[in-house]
């Protein structure tokens, strides 16, 4: 079974037709599930709600693709990973000895830690500060998006 993690920026990207769009859908369609950590889930929620206050959704759209997006995590499409001991173990280690000048949130230390501690190699997002984090939890950040 072919299992990806995705960040929520790449979440965005399959629910909203937006640039980089073409390149995840293409990639998610070669997976069997798309996994993220359990809190990639109110990320989500914040994309849609910054797309209704920039004026690009309405509420009623925004009710639609959370309708739908709860439809994939229903039907295993995507499947959410909570937060463990291990992944905020392995979230404080990294912070406790990664180099200072290391930008890193905590949001995506998360996805980082449970894409680590669920086994994967590889993590997707277009954030620019996840991907260069990615080697301190011994992950291969890729963004498929040019």
Not at 28 to 42: F, Y
Not at 95 to 119: I, M, N, Q, V
Not at 124 to 132: C, G, I, V
């Amino acid at each position: 079974m072919r299992s990806l993690f995705f960040d929520a920026t790449y979440f965005g990207k399959l629910h909203w037709r937006e640039p980089g769009s073409t390149e995840v859908l293409a990639l998610a369609a070669t997976a069997d599930e798309i996994v993220c950590s359990l809190h990639g889930r109110a990320e989500f929620c914040s994309i849609a709600f910054r797309k209704i206050r920039e004026g690009l959704a309405s509420a009623a759209i925004v009710r639609t693709v959370f309708a739908q997006f709860n439809t994939d995590i229903a039907s295993g499409q995507i499947r959410l990973i909570a937060p463990t001991d291990a992944i905020l173990d392995r979230v404080e280690t990294v912070f406790a000895s990664a180099p200072p000048t290391t930008y890193l949130r905590a949001a995506d230390a998360l996805h980082l830690a449970t894409a680590a501690e669920a086994g994967h190699a590889e993590i997707y997002s277009n954030d620019k500060h996840l991907l260069a984090a990615a080697p301190l939890f011994g992950l291969l950040g890729v963004n498929v998006i040019p």
